[in-house]
């Protein structure tokens, strides 16, 4: 196994921190190659500049602008990008671990998907019918990932009626949005609630729901999510009447 450990928190010695730590070494001593992306370690740019994407032609930039134009394809991609490039070709499982910072993920973290998962690499890719392979298909197709969460609120609020809302649908956009989008399968995530006082008894129990987690990296099912192209959506792409009948939410789209 080649995973690829993206990590978004500033302080290595924070309760993220050492489950990073552990998760790393849990990994190796299974015998998992494994690559890190420490965000605030590499001082990662999160921020899109134009020169990101090489020059646009004069046509991009009358209608679409540089950031739509396909960099990946002609090759002038930022160094640091080619390089997350790189790990993410070579690693089958990805693991994205962060804190919960305002219902989403850190600033850092959202910054190396919009410079990472450009067009041509992430997205954009056609299939040979002519339909745009993505949800559930595309270049990322094939990949494991995992979402690994610390949170503060406790557990029973960001359950079924708690007043964080489900972190099911804290995480859709993450999850189904962004690595499902992708093509990735997407497996269940762990999610350390009551971050911010965490006894030893409960770091241990984290800890060890952790490496449950990393031992059944490889075989556990993914989320069922439905893949785009596989006749339950219309060609709109909205979901058939025949699914999921009379229900809306972010739940219609699971193949369940
Ligand atoms: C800027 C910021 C925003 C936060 N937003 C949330 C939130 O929306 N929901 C939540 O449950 N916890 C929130 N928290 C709490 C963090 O999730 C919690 O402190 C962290 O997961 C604890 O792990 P750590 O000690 O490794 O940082 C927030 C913390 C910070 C600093």
């Known amino acids: 196994m080649n995973v690829l450990w993206i990590f978004a928190h500033p302080e290595p010695r924070s309760l993220g921190g050492s489950l990073r730590d552990e998760g790393v070494r849990t990994l190796r001593a299974q015998g998992a190659e494994v690559r890190e992306s420490d965000l605030y370690a590499m001082k990662w740019n999160p921020v899109v500049d134009a020169d990101d994407f090489g020059s646009a032609a004069e046509s991009d930039r009358l ?3 540089s950031t739509s134009k396909n960099a990946f394809k002609s090759g002038e991609l930022s160094a640091d990008i080619r390089a997350e490039h790189d790990k993410l070709t070579w690693a089958d499982t990805v693991v994205f671990q962060f804190p919960l910072w305002w219902y989403g993920m850190p600033a850092i973290l959202k910054g190396w998907f919009d410079r990472v998962f450009v067009k041509g690499f992430a997205y954009g890719v056609q299939r040979p019918d002519g339909r745009t392979a993505r949800y559930g298909e595309g270049a ?7 979402v690994v969460l610390t949170a503060g609120a406790p557990e029973a609020t960001i359950g079924p009626r708690g007043v964080n809302g489900e972190i099911d649908d804290l995480l859709f956009p993450l999850q189904h949005g962004t690595l499902w989008y992708a093509g990735m399968s997407v497996l269940p995530p762990l999610t ?3 971050a911010d006082r965490v006894s030893p008894d409960q770091y241990d129990a984290a800890a060890e729901a952790l490496r449950e987690r990393l031992r059944t990296l490889s075989t556990r099912d993914p989320i069922p999510f439905r893949s785009q192209n596989g006749g339950d959506y219309d060609d709109a792409l909205i979901l058939r009447d025949a699914f999921a009948p009379g229900r809306r939410g972010n739940d219609v789209h699971l193949d369940v």
């Open 63 to 65: 209608i679409v602008g």
């Open 192 to 194: 350390v609630c009551g």
């Open 140 to 146: 990322l197709a094939g990949k494991r990932a995992m």
